[in-house]
């Protein structure tokens, strides 16, 4: 492959062997040669700086590095207070929606560009006749719901994909989405008939909770920036590292 780090040759073999841990990854080959470049320039790094006892497994040497380069500030009271008023839905039990859909499903007879066309025609169709949403779903949709109306019950957040869950827990009771939702299944109608209010848990119940989710947030950020310096100042050839990717530090 040619690929090198600081001078250092990278043997094929090292790909391949890395290659086993991605191959659900959009492109195994390119995540496995980034993941090996990094982890190539943070274990030369912590030789450099003395950090990698005699012996000592690679992984406790690159954790060795990031505590002593990479420092981030605690989250105080106030960031977390502000996180808290931003995102109340993440702090709400018991919150629910009674929703229904049509669900245009992509499959290699029907293209997207011909489901989209449908999926707005139908829409266009029930916001001038609301009142024909079961007929409709019985007609068009491509999920078991349809034979009873598209009616998918209670939900809970969390229950379905975050794109579906983003636009029903939104709506207001009674409306139709806009435009028809993308997910990975397809093309959804959707519209929400009843909402049941959650409880807000008080911001002591979940401090600590915040707390812990800024620090590991500003800890990526400051690991992904890291390795960006590490990258910036290194000799890499036989590959192009597009924005210092860090899922081996995740």
């Not at 090292?14 to 492109?27: C, G, K, M, T, Y």
């Not at 009674?174 to 049941?196: D, K, N, S, Y």
Request: a negative charge; one cysteine or more.
């Amino acid at each position: 492959m040619g690929l090198s780090v600081n001078g250092v040759d990278i043997d094929d073999h090292v790909i391949e062997r890395e290659l086993a841990h991605h191959q659900h990854a959009d492109n195994p080959l390119k995540q496995s040669v980034h993941e090996v470049v990094l982890r190539t320039l943070l274990l030369q790094e912590a030789d450099r700086l003395g950090l990698c006892m005699l012996g000592e497994e690679e992984d406790a040497c690159i954790e060795a590095l990031l505590a002593s380069e990479v420092k981030v500030p605690q989250a105080d009271d106030a960031a977390c207070s502000r996180y808290y008023a931003a995102n109340p839905q993440q702090f709400t039990n018991g919150e629910l929606v009674e929703a229904r859909h049509i669900l245009f499903q992509v499959t290699p007879n029907a293209p997207l560009e011909l489901l989209r066309e449908t999926a707005d025609a139908v829409l266009a169709t029930l916001k001038a006749a609301p009142e024909r949403f079961d007929e409709l779903a019985h007609q068009y949709s491509n999920c078991p719901s349809g034979a009873v109306g598209g009616s998918l019950g209670q939900l809970a957040r969390g229950q379905c994909v975050p794109e579906f869950d983003a636009v029903v827990f939104r709506l207001e009771q009674g409306r139709l989405a806009e435009r028809p939702v993308e997910t990975r299944f397809g093309l959804h109608i959707v519209q929400v008939q009843r909402r049941v209010a959650g409880r807000l848990l008080p911001f002591e119940a979940v401090r600590a909770r915040i707390a812990d989710y800024l620090a590991t947030a500003a800890w990526q950020r400051g690991v992904h920036q890291y390795l960006q310096l590490l990258v910036g100042r290194a000799d890499v050839q036989g590959v192009t590292l597009e924005g210092a990717a860090t899922p081996l530090v995740q």
